[in-house]
């Protein structure tokens, strides 16, 4: 998308709404007890998970297939999609009677891909190729070009901003009034833009407050840099938000509105998608626990003010909650991975745990090797701690012990075949 092309006005945003009320849910604005006790103010969480296609993508890409003439959609689209701007595709099509040819990274999860598929009821065609985003961006902007077929941009296209900008307005509605502040989560950042948009016109005493993956946080490099910039390395855990470069629209209406941002370590985001499960009974995606968990992370919002943080998707594949623990147990601090050197003679393993281990401490990898020499052998060991601030005892009694022990840090790249 040309950075030249114009932006979406409050106007077209209120268009799109009207356009969508048949075809999107107006998913609950619902007041979080459990936020609202942690922060003291009135925390209210918008469960864009219960959308049809289980998130909000839906908004921005019905807004634009919808609008195309006869012969746009004679040629069919593409577009490229990490899983749930795919859905809000399928579903359009399905709709409106289209075909669509659907480029997916690999990293996108079987459950998003099998979601898409039946969404789609025939109309659409998967292509899964490339490790992040960007590259099934590039396979669509090829295929578009060899075909003749109208590219559905996940974020960085009028009709796609003002689409997912029509949350604003359906909050403002269900609150009664403004919130004093709204947390969005953003990848490529179309529907912070869009809400940015709606909300300076409309109602500008809102703060609007943008939450990003630690790993991807393409969106403050473009506004650092005032151009959007393509990240040399990208964590693509937070799959929804995995972004390595934001769109030209999307930044050029971040950057005017000078809107504030945060990035959120992913483990502190598994942390918060636990909650949700555990305590909420709620179902989100790692981008969908993002606003949520930025709030807690590093906001302080004013005691009694409306907040309100969108809760972006549900679209999460239960095979990936092993990780999710993992990476919430290693940010709070709880578990630990160490290099252990034991002595080869009877009882070490024994004196270890009797010695070393807090009486709630526990032993949750162990990968023993005796091949080094006669004397000593190398074990991975990983503990889970009972009390997250007991590491320094911990560490105390491994030092006093018999054994050599070298701590495994967090940010390593050995992590990456541990969590």
């Known amino acids: ?115 898409i598929a039946v969404l789609g009821q025939g109309h659409v065609e998967l292509v899964v190729g490339g490790d992040t985003y960007d590259d099934a961006a590039a396979a669509c902007h090829e295929d578009a070009g060899r075909t003749g077929a109208v590219i559905v941009p996940a974020f960085d296209h009028a009709a796609t901003i003002a689409g997912q900008g029509t949350l604003a307005v359906e909050v403002v509605h269900q609150l009664g009034h403004h919130p004093d502040q709204i947390v969005l989560p953003v990848g490529g950042g179309g529907m912070i833009a869009g809400c940015v948009t709606w909300l300076a016109a409309r109602h500008p005493a809102t703060a609007v407050m943008g939450a990003e993956p630690a790993g991807a946080a393409s969106m403050r490099a473009a506004m650092t840099a005032t151009a959007p910039v393509t990240l040399p390395t990208l964590d693509t855990f937070v799959d929804g938000a995995a972004v390595r470069r934001v769109g030209d629209l999307t930044h050029r209406i971040c950057q005017h509105h000078q809107v504030p941002l945060v990035a959120v370590d992913e483990g502190r985001i598994c942390t918060e998608m636990l909650e949700l499960y555990q305590t909420d009974g709620i179902i989100a995606e790692p981008a969908g626990a993002l606003a949520s968990a930025a709030l807690l992370d590093q906001l302080d919002p004013a005691p009694g003010s409306d907040v309100v943080v969108v809760l972006s998707g549900g679209n999460n594949d239960i095979s990936r909650y092993a990780e999710v623990l993992e990476r919430s147990l290693v940010a709070e601090g709880r578990k630990h991975y160490f290099l252990v050197n034991f002595p080869q003679e009877p009882g070490a393993l024994r004196r270890f745990v009797e010695d070393v281990l807090g009486p709630d401490d526990d032993i949750a990898l162990f990968e023993y090797v005796k091949r080094s020499n006669r004397e000593t052998g190398p074990a991975l060991v990983g503990i889970e701690l009972g009390d997250p601030h007991d590491l320094d005892g911990l560490l105390a009694r491994m030092a006093t012990s018999r054994m050599v022990v070298e701590q495994i840090p967090a940010d390593s790249p050995f992590y990456r075949f541990l969590v």
């Open 1 to 115: 998308m040309s950075p030249s092309q114009p932006l979406p006005t409050a106007l077209d945003i209120e268009a799109a709404y009207v356009r969508l009320r048949s075809v999107v849910r107006e998913t609950p604005l619902i007041r979080s007890d459990r936020l609202s006790t942690r922060t003291g103010a009135n925390i209210w969480v918008k469960r864009e998970d219960l959308q049809p296609v289980r998130s909000y993508k839906i908004r921005g890409a019905y807004n634009l297939i919808a609008q195309l003439d006869a012969n746009d959609r004679q040629r069919g689209v593409v577009c490229a999609s990490a899983g749930n701007h795919a859905q809000g595709v399928a579903y359009a099509c399905a709709r409106l009677d289209l075909h669509a040819r659907i480029y997916l990274p690999r990293t996108t999860p079987r459950q998003k891909r099998d979601r």
